[in-house]
């Protein structure tokens, strides 16, 4: 491999530290993953500084005491703040769908409650839900450990157009005989296994 090579190879390695990283990496922390020594990394380091100036990148490297990292360039901000006041697009999943459809139809409900019925840990769901607006904390329930309560918001009842909570569609009780059944099923077979 030829020098300008070798080099370009450092560079992208560089790089790819400095941006999985996402904050600054000690130049010896660089340098030992890179199998040269410090001046030589510097070195590499400044020339990629240099091309990211040349080319008016949107990125650049900058030095802090003796690190280094990868940046946004303040001309950008105004750019990355029209990103970051867009709205979030949130996707239910089917574990968030399950999970909201517990608490729209057993709150007040916690998040053991919720575990109880779904079977798995549901820190990441409810969080989630809380996160898009769909769910929030509606008190504490009298008990040891006051768990939150958590109930469904006028966000839920605006992205699924309904009025009012008793506007949810009631199951049958044929229906709810057959998920009982089909419930018991799975335990069985799970157990079997």
Known sequence: MGKKTEIGKMEAVIEAILFTMGESVELKKIAAAIEHDEATTRKIIHRLQDKYE???????????????????????????????????????????????????????????????????????AVNKLVEYNLACEVGRLDAPGRPILFGTTEEFLRRFSIQSIEDLPSMQPEQVETFKEEAEEEVQLKLNV
């Open 54 to 124: 040349a080319e008016d990148r949107g990125l650049r490297i900058i030095e802090l005491e003796d690190s280094f990292q990868l940046c946004t360039k303040r001309e950008m901000y105004d750019y990355l703040i029209r990103i970051a006041k867009q709205p979030k697009k949130c996707v239910l999943t089917d574990v968030l769908l399950e999970t909201l459809s517990i608490i729209a139809y057993r709150q007040p409900v916690t998040k053991l409650e919720i575990e109880k019925i779904r079977g798995v840990k549901s820190d990441h």
